[in-house]
């Protein structure tokens, strides 16, 4: 599957949103990591998955964009795992660009709503 225009967070109040929902319980979820947060707010439409990813966090571009992709190709291929809008923010620079460690903030959340 593509990770079309529908599955992504594009509009600034589609991320205020998300952002306001992680206030309350029954509308989302906080995730705090190290190096990233995860915000997500449950909802039964398709999953959308929004990335911000400074420059002040990451500086080199190539980085940033290595980050995103391997990001946006997890979230395509675990779609039907996820739910609801997702936003992923990087604070710090991650210590190693391996696939499965940039990838590691969507597996926790896949693995949080499984259990």
Known sequence: ????RNCRLLKRSDFDAVFK????PQLGRLIRQRNYLVYQRFSEQSPRLGLSISKKAVRLAARRNRLKRCLRDFFRQHLAELRGDIIVRW?????SYEYD???KPLSLLIQRSVS
């Open 1 to 4: 599957m593509r990770y079309s």
């Open 21 to 24: 929902s992680v206030t309350s």
């Open 91 to 95: 604070t710090t620079d991650p210590n």
């Open 101 to 103: 460690d940039l990838t």
